[in-house]
Every structure is written in structure tokens, then in C-alpha cells.
């Protein structure tokens, strides 16, 4: 296959309501959506997912249109490319730069996909008709208004649950989310909010048997990780802490999780991921698909790379109608007793909305030529 032209677009989502973590809040979502066209007139469709702030990673929407247009684009644009792992490799000059590496790289996996007449999950190596899906909340103004969410998402069948904890909102809040609820499959998410200082207070969460702990101290820390998961019957689960393969190698190796939140764009795309998810199969490692209140094209990736066997726990791949008022594909991905369907149909298996995003852009850049861009 060879791209002969890339149209980058940027535009905001208003989020129904506000996601709240430990590192801020969330309303209305940078999007940035690629469209990569194939000299045979095929099309295939990434995501841009970073924040507009460097909060999660250092990446942000900004940085992610810099390094597309400025240098990634123009290593694959006219360029013969035999299979998508090809572009992992090719993209080994340009350090980190990881979620705008997952975008076009993710927009060429669609190309392949429907060039070689199947469904993305297929050409990844995807076996599963469903995949299980748990929902991450984010903090709430008060404990009752969490409830509230909490027993609306188990009513419509969710397999698991993910809570935000930081310092002030943690033991309290779980306590009372095991007294209210009893032992549904639980999970507390800190986004790097404490440190070793907090071990007491870490190890205390251990009664409430929770499924895991998620990425509670720094984020690019492996080693204290492992010194923490010595002390805690409590797994651990790394996220910002796992950007490659040679991360999961490093945090097997010391012991520093039993568990692995898989987000594409955090490691640099679905080559990387499925790198890992491999490894942690030959390792006994538990997986799971994490989320970045992605668009309806990020969406449609999670669900492919979550029906790979390896992936052991309910993943975060909400239906979208749980975040937008109107997705950019159609059907809009729906979650049915807790279960997403793995669509049939070739490439994404979703129809990307090309009029909308076009009505809906701020901005719209096209690269055509192998050096250089056409700014519309």
C-alpha cells in the first residue's frame, strides 16, 4: 500500500459530563481525526487521543498535530509499505512521541485491513465476537452522586467498575462503596497520586479486596512500584508507567505489577500493543484495554485490539453514548449487558461520519506532497 495523501483534522467534543481525576478535569475533548487515503482511493481513519494539557503524558492535541505533520506523515506518505509493523520500525528516529505515532499508525492499519478484505480485529490477530467491558468514573461532587453512578452502570450491566482515588477521596470513599455494593468487581485508579510516604494508607486498602490498584505512584516509576507490590496483597496495575514492550519487560522483571493497562496510544500503536500483549501471555500477565475518553474511531481500535485472547479483565471501552452527545461513527459503539460486539464488517467496522467531522473541524490540514504541506 502507499498513501498519496493524509487530511488532518482538529475538532472539540463536549463531554455530557465532566471526567475528573487526581491530575484535573476534562469537558471538552481535542479530537484530532486522520484520514489517510491509499493510491488505490482507499481510506482508513486514526485518532489523535492527548489531552490538551501534558498532565498524562508530556504529549498533548498540539504536539500530536507537530510531530504528525512535521515528521511522521512525511516518512510514510509515497512511501511503499508492505504491512503496518513496518511502520513501528520506521518510526524508531523519533523518540517517545507516542500517542501521535498510534494515530497514523492506527489509520494504516484500517488501510491494510480493507485492502486485504478484512475486519481489523482479523487482521490483528482478534478471535473473540465480544469483548467484556468494566466503565471508569471519574470523581464525583459527593459520595451519594457516586453511588448513583456506580448502581446506574451495574444496572445496565457493566462487568466491572473503576473508581478515582487521590489523597482525601481513597479510603473513606472505597469503604463505602463495599459497605453500599458489597463485593462487586472493583477497582481503585490513583493516576500517580501518592508516594512511598502513603504506604500505610496504601496497605489499608488491602481489606477491601479490590481487583487492583492502578498506577498509584509516579509515573514513570518501575522500581518503588516494586517495592510497593511487595508489601500489598493488593495487585498493581501500571498504566503511564508502560509506554513500550521494553517497559513491561522491566516492570516483570523487578516486580513492580501483576497487572497491565493496554492503551494503544500510549505505547505507539497497535503493533507495540499487540508486541505486548503477547509478552504478557507468555508471562502470565493479566490485561486489560484502558481508555482516553476516546472518539468513536479510537473506540473502534480498542475494541479490535481488546478481542485478542490475551486480554483477561473488562476492559474501559464504554459505549459512546456514555460520553457524546453525538460520536463521529455509525453505529455508535453500544455496550449490551456488559458485552461490545466485535463489528463484521471490513476495516474498522464502523462507518466513520466524514460529513460531521468536516461541518465540526477548526481546522483541516492536507499533506499531499513528500516534502511539505497544504495548509486549508
Known amino acids: 500500500m502507499k498513501l498519496t495523501e493524509v487530511t488532518l483534522y482538529t475538532m472539540k467534543m463536549r463531554m455530557k459530563t465532566p471526567f475528573i481525576t487526581s491530575f484535573g478535569t476534562v469537558q471538552d475533548k481535542t479530537v484530532i481525526v486522520i484520514k489517510a487515503t491509499d493510491e488505490t482511493g482507499v481510506i482508513g481513519w486514526g485518532e489523535g487521543v492527548a489531552f490538551d494539557a501534558p498532565s498524562y503524558t508530556e504529549e498533548t492535541a498540539k504536539t500530536t498535530l507537530h510531530i504528525l505533520k512535521d515528521f511522521l506523515i512525511p516518512i510514510v506518505l509515497h512511501r511503499e509499505i508492505a504491512h503496518p509493523d513496518e511502520v513501528n520500525s520506521l518510526f524508531q528516529p523519533i523518540r517517545r512521541n507516542m500517542m501521535a505515532k498510534s494515530a497514523i499508525e492506527g489509520a494504516i492499519w484500517d488501510v491494510y485491513a480493507q485492502l486485504t478484505d478484512q475486519t481489523l480485529a482479523t487482521a490483528i490477530g482478534g478471535t473473540r465476537d465480544k469483548i467484556a467491558i468494566g466503565i471508569s468514573i471519574g470523581l464525583q461532587p459527593t459520595s451519594e452522586q457516586l453511588f448513583q453512578v456506580i448502581e446506574k452502570r451495574l444496572n445496565e450491566g457493566y462487568k466491572r467498575i473503576k473508581i478515582k482515588i487521590k489523597p482525601g477521596k481513597d479510603i473513606e470513599l472505597v469503604r463505602a462503596i463495599r459497605e453500599r455494593f458489597g463485593t462487586i468487581p472493583l477497582m481503585a485508579d490513583a493516576n500517580s497520586a501518592y508516594t512511598m510516604e502513603d504506604l500505610p494508607l496504601l496497605k489499608e486498602l488491602d481489606k477491601y479486596e479490590l481487583m487492583m490498584i492502578e498506577q498509584p505512584l509516579a509515573y514513570d516509576d518501575l522500581v518503588e512500584h516494586a517495592m510497593l507490590q511487595k508489601t500489598l496483597a493488593t495487585p498493581i496495575c501500571l498504566d503511564e508507567s508502560i509506554t513500550s514492550l521494553a517497559d513491561v519487560k522491566r516492570a516483570v522483571m523487578l516486580g513492580s505489577c501483576k497487572v497491565v493497562n493496554l492503551k494503544i496510544a500510549r505505547v505507539g500503536g ?16 493479566n490485561l486489560w484495554c484502558g481508555g482516553m475518553l ?83
Not at 303 to 331: C, K, N, Q, R
Not at 341 to 347: A, E, Y
Not at 353 to 376: H, P
Open 294 to 376: 476516546e472518539a468513536g474511531i479510537g473506540r473502534a481500535h480498542a475494541v479490535a485490539i481488546s478481542s485478542l485472547s490475551g486480554f483477561t479483565m473488562p476492559g474501559d471501552t464504554a459505549g459512546s453514548s456514555h460520553y457524546w452527545y453525538e460520536d463521529i461513527i455509525e453505529p455508535e459503539v453500544v455496550v449490551e449487558n456488559g458485552f461490545i460486539q466485535v463489528p463484521k464488517k471490513t476495516g474498522l467496522g464502523y462507518k466513520v461520519k466524514q460529513s460531521f467531522i468536516e461541518q465540526s473541524a477548526d481546522q483541516k490540514i492536507v499533506l499531499s506532497k513528500r516534502l511539505g504541506f497544504i495548509n486549508t
Open 270 to 285: 497497535i503493533t507495540e500493543a499487540k508486541k505486548i500483549h503477547d509478552y504478557c501471555v507468555e508471562q502470565g500477565i
